[in-house]
């Protein structure tokens, strides 16, 4: 579960851009202005990232706030996930990345294997579409759901990408160095379990 100081920071940041949004009356505005500056103060007290850094990548938004979506491609052969390894912290995750305008699940998820992996694939089903507060990664000032799709390979070859520097096939036994931002060990354990089982149902937090 998430530090409570970080949901805290996430709820005060939601209510401030949400009331910005609808807000008319200038002394509201302050009010929601100061309490967004509030939300910024608690990160950058609890964190090592900078003020400038979280005002633009935390508090810059505008409209309703609601949860991102990063969507991770599930992708077996011979009892081995593909793994890519990302280059921001040399640890290992599923293909995958931010949801984009313009772009189904699907597409995402097909078009970041292809990206980070070099494969061609084809989405197949949904499996997991779980919360990221749930579950244990590194703190994080985003509300995330992550949404792991099925898919298998149609083409290609293996050849990292712009953000990635390797690719490799890897058995539930010899899993590298996660990268726990993007998905934890006990995820990609979790993605086996449908290698396993075939008709498990979809899980959802």
């Not at 280059?87 to 995750?93: A, E, L, Q, R």
């Not at 898919?151 to 990408?161: H, Q, V």
């Amino acid at each position: 579960m998430e530090p409570k100081w970080l949901d805290w920071a996430k709820q005060m940041q939601a209510i401030a851009q949400t009331g910005l949004t609808y807000a008319t009356d200038v002394y509201d505005i302050e009010r929601y202005e100061a309490l967004r500056q509030m939300s910024i103060e608690i990160l950058a007290e609890y964190t090592s990232v900078s003020h400038e850094k979280i005002t633009l990548a935390f508090a810059s938004d505008n409209g309703y706030t609601t949860p991102k979506t990063d969507i991770r491609a599930v992708i077996f052969k011979d009892n081995k996930i593909l793994l890519v390894r990302e280059k921001i912290d040399g640890g290992w995750s599923m293909p995958g990345g931010w949801s984009d305008i313009g772009y189904s699940p699907k597409e995402i998820a097909v078009k970041e294997t292809k990206e980070e992996a070099g494969y061609d694939a084809a989405a197949i089903r949904l499996l997991a579409v779980l919360d990221k507060k749930f579950h244990n990664h590194p703190p994080s000032p985003y509300h995330v759901y992550k949404i792991f799709i099925l898919c298998e390979i149609t083409g290609g070859e293996a050849a990292a990408g712009v953000e990635t520097s390797d690719v490799g096939f890897f058995g539930i036994d010899e899993l590298p160095e996660l990268s726990v931002e993007r998905n934890t060990l006990e995820q990609v354990q979790l993605m086996f379990e449908y290698l396993q089982d075939p008709n498990k149902a979809v899980i959802v937090d």
